[in-house]
């Protein structure tokens, strides 16, 4: 099975979800081939659902959040550019494979891309993750390692609403640390159409893969997974 192959099981383009809706409907023509919309099934419904039911504890919140993020992490990691490779088997054979090119960062948007970071590392071991804090459109903090204009970003921020946080968070890296935009993978569980729309508008040439795209996103991600609420 070819890598293009296996995308198409991972991730399903141009499918928006209603919050009281059938999961399955179509909208064609509504965002370029570089936004990557995972294909929605029963563990991933499950999942979007827990996580908005007010009776679900916060250990539990938490845990089915983990999940959530790995899955759309992995997805988002089949994104990157990979390069055929050759091993030796512990049976002294030879197996013909794929491995990505090193030199991924991940950036997070604080404070609630943070919550993304353990299961980001947990797909990608040893990977530098730089930070962003951005309060009311405003870079607050940032810790980004001088080389990240020769590196491929992957950019976390869990929940797109109107899109502001993650478009001053993109304005940083493109004019100020003069990162590419073909270079930037943004992953996201949940946005809503405009919020995703305006991002696609502004930067059409940066990849985004989100689990689900919809009219009430939980915005309340972030409190409930801090312990904040």
Same mark, same amino acid.
């Given at each position: 099975?070819?890598?293009?192959?296996?995308?198409?099981?991972?991730?399903?383009?141009?499918?928006?979800?209603?919050?009281?809706?059938?999961?399955?409907?179509?909208?064609?023509?509504?965002?370029?081939?570089?936004?990557?919309?995972?294909?929605?099934?029963? +563990?991933?419904?499950?999942?979007?659902?827990?996580?908005?039911?007010?009776?679900?504890?916060?250990?539990?919140?938490?845990?089915?959040?983990?999940?959530?993020?790995?899955?759309?992490?992995?997805?988002?990691?089949?994104?990157? *550019?990979?390069?055929?490779?050759?091993?030796?088997?512990?049976?002294?054979?030879?197996?013909?494979?794929?491995?990505?090119?090193?030199?991924?960062?991940?950036?997070?948007?604080?404070?609630?891309?943070?919550?993304?970071?353990?299961?980001?590392?947990?797909?990608?071991?040893?990977?530098?993750?730089?930070?962003?804090?951005?309060?009311?459109?405003?870079?607050?903090?940032?810790?980004?390692?001088?080389?990240?204009?020769?590196?491929?970003?992957?950019?976390?921020?869990?929940?797109?609403?109107?899109?502001?946080?993650?478009?001053?968070?993109?304005?940083?890296?493109?004019?100020?640390? +003069?990162?590419?935009?073909?270079?930037?993978?943004?992953?996201?569980?949940?946005?809503?159409?405009?919020?995703?729309? +305006?991002?696609?508008?502004?930067? *059409?040439?940066?990849?985004?893969?989100?689990?689900?795209?919809?009219?009430?996103?939980?915005?309340?991600?972030? +409190?409930?997974?801090?312990?904040?609420?």
């Amino acid at each position: 099975m070819t890598s293009s192959e296996n995308n198409t099981n991972h991730v399903s383009e141009n499918t928006l979800v209603e919050e009281n809706g059938p999961h399955d409907e179509v909208y064609d023509n509504q965002f370029p081939e570089n936004v990557h919309i995972m294909k929605t099934n029963n +563990q991933l419904r499950e999942l979007h659902t827990l996580l908005r039911d007010r009776t679900t504890c916060r250990s539990d919140f938490k845990f089915y959040a983990d999940r959530l993020i790995r899955l759309t992490v992995e997805a988002a990691l089949d994104q990157l *550019p990979y390069v055929p490779c050759s091993v030796i088997t512990p049976t002294g054979n030879c197996f013909e494979g794929l491995r990505h090119e090193k030199g991924t960062l991940c950036v997070s948007l604080m404070r609630s891309g943070e919550a993304m970071e353990k299961g980001i590392r947990e797909c990608c071991r040893s990977i530098r993750i730089g930070k962003i804090l951005i309060n009311e459109g405003h870079v607050i903090y940032a810790k980004l390692p001088s080389d990240i204009h020769r590196r491929r970003l992957l950019v976390a921020y869990p929940v797109i609403t109107t899109g502001s946080t993650v478009l001053t968070g993109l304005q940083v890296l493109l004019k100020e640390y +003069q990162c590419k935009q073909s270079n930037i993978i943004l992953i996201t569980l949940f946005s809503t159409l405009d919020g995703l729309k +305006q991002i696609c508008e502004l930067y *059409p040439d940066i990849t985004i893969v989100i689990s689900e795209i919809n009219t009430v996103p939980p915005n309340h991600f972030g +409190q409930k997974y801090f312990g904040t609420d």
